[in-house]
């Protein structure tokens, strides 16, 4: 059974840091691009960063040089390290693998960021 289980949200302070992990299970890891989306309370699920098989990354703007996705393809896990976190950065944050038109996602994990 396919799983994605995420790790390491919570609460944090305005400027601090989080590191997000995204651990997977039974399925070809390393040939997925693994993505990191975020939901807000009554917004729409939007793409945080995402990394390919060959290690291209890509960013939402909002989060360009705060954020930094990374994979390690013998630990089928993919991490988002967050620093200079923002209020606006509060959501829910799941990870995604996806390959063709084949999609898993996590279940979740919250990160709020206030004072």
């Known amino acids: 059974q396919v799983q994605l289980v995420e790790s390491g949200g919570g609460l944090v302070q305005p400027g601090g840091s989080l590191r997000l992990s995204c651990a997977g299970s039974?399925?070809?890891?390393?040939?997925?691009?693994m993505a990191w989306y975020r939901q807000a309370p009554g917004k729409q699920r939007e793409l945080v960063a995402q990394i390919t098989r060959r290690d291209t990354t890509n960013y939402l703007d909002s989060v360009k040089g705060r954020f930094t996705i990374s994979r390690d393809n013998a630990k089928n896990t993919v991490y988002l390290q967050m620093n200079n976190l923002k209020p606006e950065d509060t959501a829910v944050y799941y990870c995604?693998?996806?390959?063709?038109?084949?999609?898993?996602w996590g279940q979740g994990t919250q990160v709020t960021v206030s004072s």
């Open positions: 039974a399925f070809s890891f390393s040939v997925y691009t």
């Open positions: 995604n693998a996806n390959f063709a038109s084949t999609d898993f």
